[in-house]
T-cell receptor, first 112, second 116 residues
Framework: GQSLEQPSEVTAVEGAIVQINCTYQTSGFYGLSWYQQHDGGAPTFLSYNALDGLEETGRFSSFLSRSDSYGYLLLQELQMKDSASYFCAVTGLMDSSYKLIFGSGTRLLVRP | DTGVSQDPRHKITKRGQNVTFRCDPISEHNRLYWYRQTLGQGPEFLTYFQNEAQLEKSRLLSDRFSAERPKGSFSTLEIQRTEQGDSAMYLC??????????????FGPGTRLTVL
């Protein structure tokens, strides 16, 4: 089966750094993605890791350890506009083809 | 606007009625996905197309759901005999598949369905 675990909610202060963890169990793992979704908005792609290590894109970085079935999203210099839900998603084998399988999301609240 | 668009944005219907949603993907994208999202959950896969071919439909999807992508461009999702449990946000996404899998999907704003 497929499962992803991420914290349901995280609170941090503006300007701080926050890490959102994701552990997964899936068949035929291909990669780990992160999406951001503001309330009432569409999910927006943030990053993708297929190989172990850290990928940096501006204030956001994403890490993957395939051997540990674990990844995280690191948000630096937090801004109020970063308050949103963050979803990890594995590209895994489900019902004979690869597709994106989403976690339940982590709601990030950035406080002044 | 060259993003993914969906119509309508909101739909309220009575139980037992049929509804149809439309999705217009990014024009050069060959893959189109439909997802369902309920409050506090991530998007749940429903079905996807590569060009005009429907390649897969979720095993969890009732026979009341059907989707088409007749010319490999826009797609429609129809729900027949709606039930209150169908109330959710229906998201469409498109991507340009390269290689074995695609990871960057572009989502539309969604259609929020409320079944009374």
């Amino acid at each position: 089966g497929q499962s992803l675990e991420q914290p349901s909610e995280v609170t941090a202060v503006e300007g701080a750094i926050v890490q959102i963890n994701c552990t997964y169990q899936t068949s035929g793992f291909y990669g780990l993605s992160w999406y951001q979704q503001h309330d009432g908005g569409a999910p927006t792609f943030l990053s993708y890791n297929a190989l172990d290590g850290l990928e940096e894109t501006g204030r956001f970085s994403s890490f993957l350890s395939r051997s540990d079935s674990y990844g995280y999203l690191l948000l630096q210099e937090l801004q109020m506009k970063d308050s949103a839900s963050y979803f990890c998603a594995v590209t895994g084998l489900m019902d004979s083809s690869y597709k994106l399988i989403f976690g339940s999301g982590t709601r990030l609240l950035v406080r002044p | 606007d060259t993003g993914v668009s969906q119509d309508p944005r909101h739909k309220i219907t009575k139980r037992g009625q049929n509804v149809t949603f439309r999705c217009d993907p990014i024009s050069e994208h060959n893959r189109l996905y439909w997802y369902r999202q309920t409050l506090g959950q991530g998007p749940e896969f429903l079905t996807y197309f590569q060009n005009e071919a429907q390649l897969e439909k979720s095993r969890l999807l009732s026979d009341r759901f059907s989707a088409e992508r007749p010319k490999g461009s826009f797609s429609t999702l129809e729900i027949q005999r709606t039930e209150q449990g169908d109330s959710a946000m229906y998201l469409c996404a498109s991507s340009l598949k390269v290689g074995l899998a695609d990871n960057e999907q572009f989502f539309g704003p969604g259609t929020r369905l409320t079944v009374l």
